[in-house]
């Protein structure tokens, strides 16, 4: 069946259906069919939603000789098309085409939004919003964003908001500030040739798609297209593969049911299913369809069942399984109860000890949440220790700052540029040192940060040791006084010289000083990753900022670090995403481990009683349903419409999760939630109900 399907691609294939059907596996034979016939590497375009996807293609492509298959996302084109032919359209665009274009990273464009809404909101701006600024300027950016990925223009953005709105007439202003700045915004960045991911694309699919040199360079390019997921795609990207499909010598389009967990990032598996029309072969699989070895390889049944169970649970105008098959059901599920929320947390944690103990792989079990807070990742991550568990954390959204590895540089390079002015405090230093140097526990750290941190007129320093007082230093011993001096003596000879560029700061620090053993970096290798990681955004920030020579070049390090220390999330590179070497059990959010496509046989689905399993993030700013393709002038956003939207994505997230189960799903339930209070969620009221039937 597959080498016929594969036959027919120079007609457009259209293949559709739920996960473990082997839509991928199709799709990465069909790329090694098309290396093996012969057909040039360079005329292979791979587009996906996300480089988290690329890795299967990836393999398929590392073992070809002979050119260089591309695997890009729709922002990827748009940035080669935008270096390629900026000079032809910069003018068009609003740009200036005698300066290049300068890409912005995630803290680079909230730091060139901070320009604009922190005046604002000196002004009054925002007024009864109790919102962090990194979540602020986020919202912000996130509008005139979606206006570029849906395809209506930025004037709309506060009309929209406003005419949805059916609470207080005090927020209409707020939506006037956001339109006020989103124009601000977008104004500067005109004036500075500052193009962040929805101006990309925006560039890219308004004014380079259009422009005839552009698009034969591409046409001429690009003769096979494989798109895998296009469901998690934008409908910008949907609207051009409208226009090029037909002139591809084949093309392979994927679309998974029940996807479109990215909708708040944009993702339209509406508009993607627009695609099927211009394919001229449709195929449509069901949970029984294999079309490659992602099936095969599955040698317990996915638990598909469960997903619809629930679906049906949670709308049961659509109708409900029969006792009988909800008992059937049942033997899927395992459930751990417990009073307290810390109770559950052990008692997950204890049986994932007792799998191990039995024989499970660590590897095949996964810990899933609606959100994995600070507070639950570290007690979950402190009890699996406890108890030797092995375990991996994957929170992509996790700030850099919140990283203790992070945080110690960023206060070392706070104190080594005292004219920066950068407000410390004892807790900082001492957290600082207490990681940075081997055995110096918190209270001891502490001790000495209140022994040698001083901050006269806002400048911080360090005393050295032999400065404090005899007792003190007994009680942090000679031995760690002797580390201190270390990093104390290397910052006192940096400060002393010529001032280099934060990147260069954090580098020389890590590679001459912290990773040395007897510190804290040395053989420690996700720290060493994390400031790796801090080294090259702060790198990229650096290179902006210099490029628009927006600040003097000793000024972007101060910039960056408020930037970072506000809380704003780093961007996060692809390897970050595409590791799949992890050791151990994964501890991950619910909609994290969807996006990435993964598998496991055994799923720990916790706080099943959280109303967070369909509750979206609080967005005052912006609206993901309203500043869709979808929504339609006149409606308004009822609290109707947000439960009918929070159990349509639940039903989504537990058929996605339940698809991707080969063994067993575990709920642990607590009696109060993590607040401590009782909980009703929805996940838990479907569950409710489908026990009560099974009862009868």
């Known amino acids: 069946m597959e080498d016929d399907l594969l036959s027919t691609a120079a007609e457009g294939v259209f293949i559709e259906g739920p996960v473990a059907t082997g839509k991928t596996s199709a799709a990465t034979n069909h790329l090694q069919n098309l290396l093996d016939r012969g057909v040039p590497a360079a005329e292979i375009l791979v587009l996906l939603p996300q480089r988290a996807l690329a890795e299967p293609y990836r393999e398929v492509a590392k073992e070809h000789v002979g050119g260089r298959v591309d695997i890009l996302t729709i922002s990827g084109i748009a940035r080669h098309m935008i270096q390629r032919f900026w000079p032809l359209v910069a003018k068009e665009a609003g740009f200036d085409e005698h300066r290049p274009p300068n890409f912005l990273t995630l803290e680079t464009a909230q730091y060139f939004m901070s320009r604009v809404a922190d005046p604002l909101m000196e002004e009054g701006a925002f007024a009864g919003l109790s919102i962090l600024e990194s979540r602020l300027y986020s919202q912000l950016i996130d509008n005139p964003s979606k206006a570029a990925l849906v395809g209506f223009p930025v004037s709309e953005i506060a009309p929209r908001l406003k005419d949805a709105w059916i609470g207080s007439s005090e927020r209409e202003s707020v939506f006037d500030d956001v339109q006020r700045a989103a124009d601000e915004y977008l104004k500067l960045c005109r ?29 001429n390019t690009y003769r096979h297209l494989i798109a895998d997921n296009v469901e998690e795609d934008v409908p910008v990207t949907h609207d051009l593969l409208l226009e090029w499909i037909p002139e591809f010598d084949s093309a392979l389009l994927i679309y998974d049911e029940g996807g479109g967990y990215r909708k708040f990032l944009g993702a339209d598996p509406e508009s993607a299913y627009r695609l099927k029309d211009c394919c001229e072969h449709h195929v449509s699989l069901t949970g029984d369809d294999s079309l490659g070895k992602d099936a095969a390889e599955n040698e317990q049944p996915v638990i598909t069942d469960l997903g619809e169970q629930l679906t049906g649970a949670l709308h049961p105008h659509k109708g409900m399984a029969s006792p009988s098959e909800i008992r059937e059901m049942r033997e899927q599920l395992d459930v751990l109860y417990e009073d307290t929320y810390p109770e559950m947390l052990e008692s997950v944690a204890e049986q994932i000890r007792d799998m191990i103990g039995g024989g499970t792989p660590p590897e095949d079990i996964v810990v899933l949440a609606p959100f994995l807070s600070d507070t639950l990742r570290y007690e979950l991550s402190n009890t699996l220790s406890r108890l030797n568990v092995p375990y991996s954390l994957r929170r992509p959204s996790r700030p850099l700052s919140k990283e203790p590895a992070v945080k110690a540089l960023l206060a070392f390079a706070a104190v ?15 957290q600082a040192l207490s990681f940075s140097i081997k055995d110096l526990d918190p209270i001891r750290a502490h001790l000495l940060a209140s022994s040698v941190f001083e901050s006269d007129d806002e400048r911080p320093r360090l005393r050295s040791f032999s400065e404090i007082g ?6 942090v011993t000679y031995r760690l006084g002797k580390q201190y001096d270390a990093i104390q003596d290397w910052i006192t000879r940096y400060v002393s010289g010529d001032s280099q560029p934060l990147d260069h700061f954090l580098n020389r620090i890590f590679g001459e000083l912290l990773s040395q053993e007897g510190f804290g970096f040395h053989d420690d290798f996700e720290a060493g990753a994390l400031a790796e990681r801090l080294v090259e955004s702060a790198r990229k920030f650096r290179q902006v900022i210099e490029r628009t020579e927006f600040e003097e070049t000793m000024a972007v390090g101060r910039s960056y670090l408020q930037t970072v220390r506000k809380g704003v999330a780093a961007a996060q590179y692809v390897q970050d995403w595409a590791d799949d070497d992890e050791e151990g059990v994964l501890l991950t959010p619910a909609h994290t481990f969807l996006v990435q496509n993964r598998k ?5 689905w916790l706080d099943v009683g959280s109303t967070g399993w369909h509750s979206r993030i609080r967005q005052p700013l912006t609206h993901p349903y309203v500043l869709s393709r979808t929504w339609e002038e006149g409606q308004k956003w009822t609290d109707s419409k947000e439960t009918e939207a929070g159990l349509t994505m639940l039903g989504r997230l537990t058929t996605g999760l339940t698809r991707r189960c080969t063994g067993k799903v575990h709920l642990a339930i607590s009696g109060r939630g993590q607040n401590g209070e009782k909980e009703r969620g929805y996940l838990l009221k479907a569950f409710q109900q489908l026990f009560g039937q099974a009862r009868r």
């Open 470 to 475: 005899g007792q003190r230093q007994e009680r």
């Open 416 to 430: 080594a540029h005292p004219s920066w002015k950068v407000r410390l405090g004892i807790r900082d230093v001492a």
């Open 600 to 604: 496991a046989p055994h799923q720990f």
């Open 191 to 219: 004036k500075h040739n500052l193009l962040d991911y929805g101006i990309q694309l925006k560039v890219f699919c308004k004014h380079l798609w259009t422009e005839p040199a552009c698009r034969t360079y591409l046409e």
